[in-house]
């Protein structure tokens, strides 16, 4: 950090209760007990108005959770965002080596433990929440590659392409997806639903319909989208628009 060279002024959007844009500049590394070596930042919070919370981390070599991350009724979901190395994930017994690109989703009865022997320094998303039980099903322990997964086409529109990261199975109450627009790639209709998003922005720029508001962002940004919330989006770089996004499914409302 340095002292500042020109007026203090920031692109975050804060909405509490209905939307949020949270550019890097800004952010604060938070002390999140019983991760070891790690460097984490909040982003989504129950505080801000969510129903989950998010974080984003750098992971230095020998970083490790000295106790198990979820479980007791809350699922967790990791990603490796960028960066070099490799990270240790353990669900339950079955422990993988993730590099990037990958993921670990850990159900709520378990839990995750995080560690990185390796020597490079990576970047992760981390994400939890607490887990909405349905009789007779149950969701399970699911690692991946997202560069392993075949793209498909998004509502009938060939210059959007989407990604599924966990099962498609009414034991998940959520999934995580890669949404990619190419550069003349828009959404094909305003959307206004019941699940919510936390949105990470991995590529390119674009324009985003949040409520009223029509919101430049891009790279290394951070949305959250309430429920009902109008949303759309428009890419308005010369690369493709790419973000992982979190949603919760497969449940009815609780009254």
Not at 234 to 239: A, D, I
Request: proline share 5%; charged share 25%.
């Amino acid at each position: 950090m340095s002292y500042p060279k020109d007026h203090l002024v920031s692109r975050a959007v804060i909405k509490l209760g209905e939307y949020a844009v949270l550019p890097p500049e800004g952010r604060v590394i938070n002390v999140i007990p019983n991760f070891e070596g790690f460097k984490m930042t909040i982003l989504a919070s129950p505080k801000m108005g969510t129903s989950f919370v998010q974080y984003i981390g750098e992971v230095a070599p020998d970083a490790k959770t000295t106790k198990t991350f979820g479980g007791d009724g809350i699922e967790t979901f990791v990603f490796f965002l960028d960066g070099e190395g490799e990270l240790k994930v353990k669900v339950g017994g079955e422990e993988k080596k993730l590099k990037q690109g990958g993921y670990a989703f850990a159900p709520a009865d378990l839990g995750m433990n995080i560690k990185n022997e390796s020597k490079g320094t990576m970047r992760i998303l981390l994400y939890k929440q607490r887990y909405i039980p349905l009789e007779g099903k149950s969701a399970r322990a699911v690692f991946g590659n997202v560069n392993d997964i075949e793209e498909r086409i998004y509502d009938e529109m060939e210059n959007v392409f989407i990604k599924d990261l966990l099962p498609v199975e009414l034991g998940f109450d959520m999934n995580m997806h890669i949404l990619s627009f190419e550069p003349d790639g828009c959404h094909p209709f305003v959307e206004t639903h019941v699940q919510e998003h936390g949105a990470y922005l991995m590529q390119g720029q674009g324009i985003y319909l949040l409520g009223d508001e029509w919101v430049q962002v891009k790279k290394e940004d951070f949305i959250w989208f309430g429920p009902f919330m109008k949303q759309a989006v428009y890419t308005t770089g010369r690369e493709r628009l790419t973000y992982i996004y979190s949603k919760d499914c497969n449940r009815d409302v609780i009254l």
